[in-house]
């Protein structure tokens, strides 16, 4: 049986991840030098051969509760305000990415997060882990 071991992610890693990753995902190669990237591991087996990788990277989440029986105009105007002062305080943190998990039936603030402040879909079906 194959004995597999995990270790710290090397830049000598990096050729061998970007190959890996060239075959079987889609989307694009982190840059695992971004100080966002933490906890970066590699499980090689017993010939020290890459078998996967793992990251986390930081990021944040904007929440936006809204009061649907207000004024379309007003909600839009509120939703500008608000991304932008939450844009402006996640960058000073260091960051520099936010997702906004938007309900399929609010079509409407999903358009307005694309056309005024550039979101864009995700390529993947977000899942998460809560402890």
């Known amino acids: 049986m194959t004995t597999l071991q995990m270790r710290e992610l090397t830049a000598s890693d990096i050729e061998n991840l970007e ?14 030098q971004n100080q966002l990237y933490c906890c970066n591991k590699v499980v090689v087996d017993d010939h020290g ?18 009061d649907k029986s207000r004024p379309t105009t007003m909600k839009a105007r509120a939703v500008k305000m608000l991304v932008t002062r939450m844009k402006s305080e996640v960058q000073a943190l260091g960051m520099d990415e936010t997702h906004a998990f938007v309900d399929d039936k609010d079509s409407c603030l999903r358009r307005l997060l694309k056309q005024v402040f550039g979101f864009v879909e995700c390529q993947a079906r977000s899942v998460y882990l809560q402890f």
């Open 19 to 32: 190959g890996i990753h060239r075959s079987n995902c889609q989307f694009p190669f982190p840059d695992f």
């Open 49 to 66: 051969e890459i078998i996967g990788m793992g990251a986390v990277r930081l990021t944040s989440e904007s929440i936006l509760i809204m």
